[in-house]
């Protein structure tokens, strides 16, 4: 019997929060703080670095876009395909925890 990664399954469904945290953001966006109080609702322990490297990844999967400011804070909003992906129009590739369609 295979051991289960929580490691991975917590970087994947963070990936998800934060694509739903953003999509109920838009069209503005918000700032990571916004987000990081999100995740801790779900994971109490999850940190800035952690939050700022799920970001990275979905930033690099073209699905959110993050405006890291001079004053050292990260603006993010989706991207038109992390809409897409936040809404289930699309398929959603393996690195996020998106649950299966309910209806």
Request: with cysteine; glycine share 4%.
């Amino acid at each position: 019997m295979a051991e289960i990664d929580h490691a991975r399954l917590r970087r994947e469904a963070l990936r998800w929060l934060i694509l739903l945290t953003l999509n109920n953001a838009r069209p503005i966006g918000a700032f990571e703080g916004l987000v990081l109080t999100v995740a801790q609702s779900e994971y109490p322990d999850a940190t800035a670095l952690e939050l700022r490297r799920e970001m990275d990844y979905l930033h690099d999967r073209e699905l959110i876009k993050v405006d890291k400011q001079p004053s050292g804070r990260w603006h993010a909003e989706l991207s038109r395909f992390g809409v897409d992906v936040a809404e289930y129009t699309v398929t959603c590739e393996p690195g996020i925890a998106r649950p299966a369609k309910y209806w």
